[in-house]
């Protein structure tokens, strides 16, 4: 049984999968930035940087969910299943590090290390053959 959104065009990374991870890293880019216009500009921008961080879930979760469920996409698990655990822990980060300054620093590093995550993971979606 094949849906015809999960065929792939080139190799065996399907479509929706590889249209996820490329607009993953384009989308933590767009966080990047909305933190930045509520450091420097607008403070009110702080509500729709929470807002986004949380519509980041569904491509991760999108990610995620086709990784496991196509033998195909197994190599793409632990990478996958790195940015969710990285996703998870920018929430610990800002709620259970709340009133901790150092704990809640890590949040922009780990967004760092999410960015990197997803580049790599774009760019092997992008070009697997």
């Known amino acids: 049984m094949t849906d015809a959104s999960l065929v792939a065009t ?3 990374v399907p479509v929706a999968f590889r249209i ?9 880019g767009g966080q990047v930035f909305l933190a930045g216009l509520a450091i420097f500009s607008d403070g009110s921008m702080w509500e729709v940087h ?5 519509v980041l879930a569904l491509p991760i979760l999108g990610l995620a969910g086709l990784a496991l469920a196509r033998p195909a996409l197994r190599a793409y ?11 998870c822990l920018q929430f610990v980060f ?11 620093a890590l949040h922009p590093t780990n967004a760092v290390a999410m960015t990197v ?6 760019r092997t979606a992008r070009t697997e053959r």
């Open 50 to 54: 929470a807002v986004m961080g949380g």
């Open 117 to 122: 995550v997803s580049v790599l993971l774009a």
């Open 94 to 104: 800002v709620i259970a590090g709340e009133g901790i300054g150092v704990i809640q």
């Open 10 to 12: 080139r190799g065996a």
């Open 20 to 28: 996820l991870a490329l607009a993953l890293p384009v989308l933590i």
């Open 77 to 87: 698990r632990l990478p996958v299943i790195l940015l969710f655990a990285l996703y």
